[in-house]
């Protein structure tokens, strides 16, 4: 399995932005199809958004779509979630994924992942 460590969290006011990385260790992080997750209290964690291990294929869930980028660097082992207008709803614990899959798949499914971060705050104040 790959070891996942998120940073990148932190408050922030509604409208803004922030960038989240995802550092991978361990395997071939290359074969490896992403995804970001997040859980706020008293909710159950749901997708936000994969990208798959070419990087050509992206996916994204509807509440994010148009204001949060995946992408990643396989160079450098991270993946990234550029989060721009950011509103209250965006508070969250956030997680990364990974899962080994063919070259574009990405895969929306938590259950599906095999290897999981520790996760990262990030707070929007209203």
């Known amino acids: 399995q790959v070891q996942l460590v998120e940073s990148g969290g932190g408050l922030v006011q509604a409208g803004g932005s922030l960038r989240l990385s995802c550092a991978a260790s361990?395997?071939?992080?290359?074969?490896?199809?992403m995804g970001w997750f997040r859980q706020a209290p008293g909710k159950e964690r749901e997708f936000v958004a994969a990208?798959?291990?070419?990087?050509?294929?992206?996916y994204y869930a509807d509440s994010v779509k148009g204001r949060f980028t995946i992408s990643r660097d396989n160079a450098k082992n991270t993946v990234y979630l550029q989060m721009n207008s950011l509103k209250p709803e965006d508070t969250a614990v956030y997680y990364c994924?990974?899962?080994?899959?063919?070259?574009?798949?990405?895969?929306?499914?938590?259950?599906?992942?095999?290897?999981w971060g520790q996760g990262t705050q990030v707070t929007v104040s209203s």
């Open positions: 990208i798959s291990w070419s990087g050509g294929s992206t």
């Open positions: 361990g395997r071939t992080f290359s074969s490896y199809a």
């Open positions: 994924a990974a899962v080994v899959a063919p070259y574009t798949v990405v895969v929306e499914n938590a259950l599906e992942y095999e290897s």
